[in-house]
Structures are given as C-alpha cells and as structure tokens.
Nanobody, 124 residues
Framework: QVQLVESGGGLVQAGGSLRLSCAAS????????MGWFRQAPGKEREFVAA????????YYAASVKGRFTTSRDNAKNTVYLQMSSLKPEDTAVYYC?????????????????WGQGTQVTVSS
C-alpha cells in the first residue's frame, strides 16, 4: 500500500511562487508514474501535471504550462510541483497521486493512490 503526503501549500499573492512536495512510502516509488491534480470549491477535480518514472516524460495542463514544473527525486521518494506566476484561479486543493504503471496519464481514475491534499490560496 502506497502512502502519499503532500506539503508546501499556503497563501501567496498573485505572481508569487510555491513548491509542493509529495513524499511517498510503502511502495516502489521509482516504478510509479506520478500525477498532480487540483480541485477548487464547486468544481470538479482537474489534471495539473504528470511525470513518468524516470522524470524524462512530463505532461501539463494547458492552464499551467510554462508556469508549473513537476520533477521527482527517486532517491528521496518525492515528487515536486514548482508553481510560479501564480494566479487567483490557481486556488485549489492540490493532490498528488501515484499510478501502478510507469506510463504517464492525465486521467485521474487511472491513479491508484492519492494523498490527502494541500491547500493553495492565491490572493489578488
């Protein structure tokens, strides 16, 4: 059973930056593709970014491309989401997820394990 714990959320002004971390335990982290999703109040959960097992393959939602970067450190069993040029519309609970496959996916139902989420609030 894989456990995921996100950290790094908080309150930031528009234009600012935050780095989210997601620490994994209980599985073979280096074999999992990882994803980031977010859910704003009253909205459905949406894809943000994903990264393959080696880190060489990444996908981004159009709304964050060029502003967000995901990376991973397999030695530390941790995946990161660096968020820059933040906008009020980025406000949401951010979740990391692990997929029991090395293949990257944008589909939330293809992920097997989820963290508890971390709140990101961007003020205007």
């Amino acid at each position: 059973q894989v456990q995921l714990v996100e950290s790094g959320g908080g309150l930031v002004q528009a234009g600012g930056s935050l780095r989210l971390s997601c620490a994994a335990s209980g599985g073979t982290f280096s074999t999992y593709a990882m994803g980031w999703f977010r859910q704003a109040p009253g909205k459905e959960r949406e894809f943000v970014a994903a990264i393959g097992w080696s880190g060489s393959t990444t996908y981004y939602a159009a709304s964050v491309k060029g502003r967000f970067t995901t990376s991973r450190d397999n030695a530390k069993n941790t995946v990161y989401l660096q968020m820059s040029s933040l906008k009020p519309e980025d406000t949401a609970v951010y979740y990391c997820a692990a997929r029991s496959s090395s293949i990257v996916s944008k589909i939330d139902r293809s992920y097997n394990y989820w963290g508890q989420g971390t709140q990101v609030t961007v003020s205007s």
